[in-house]
């Protein structure tokens, strides 16, 4: 059984910094793409990054610059740092894994979700 449980939410001034992690277990980690999306009140999920079985990263326009997602296969773990933070990146961010390789930025590409990690920025 597929299992993603994310960590690190908090509540951070403009400007601030924090990081996101995701444990995953259940499914052969190393072969997904796997990719953090957000969704704020009353708005749309929203992909923010993702990474593919190859490494390869992509980021949407709004946080490249601020933010890197990264992989560690050894320990089935999904991060997201994430500097600069601003009032618009308030959320709830979810951790994702897919089968397609490398899957888009798309939520309906995406099989398999966590249940979320609050993050709030004041300004």
């Known amino acids: 059984q597929v299992q993603l449980v994310e960590s690190g939410g908090d509540s951070v001034q403009a400007g601030g910094s924090l990081r996101l992690s995701c444990a995953a277990s259940?499914?052969?980690?190393?072969?997904?793409?796997l990719a953090w999306f957000r969704q704020a009140p009353g708005k749309k999920r929203e992909g923010v990054a993702a990474?593919?079985?190859?490494?390869?990263?992509v980021y949407a326009d709004s946080v490249k610059g601020r933010f890197t997602i990264s992989r560690d296969i050894a320990k089935n773990t999904l991060s997201l740092q994430m500097n600069s933070l601003k009032p618009e990146d308030t959320a709830m961010y979810y951790c994702a894994a897919s089968s397609f390789n490398p899957a888009p930025l798309k939520a309906s590409f995406f099989g398999h979700w966590g249940q979320g990690t609050q993050v709030t920025v004041s300004s």
């Open positions: 259940g499914f052969t980690y190393s072969t997904y793409s």
């Open positions: 990474v593919g079985e190859d490494g390869r990263t």
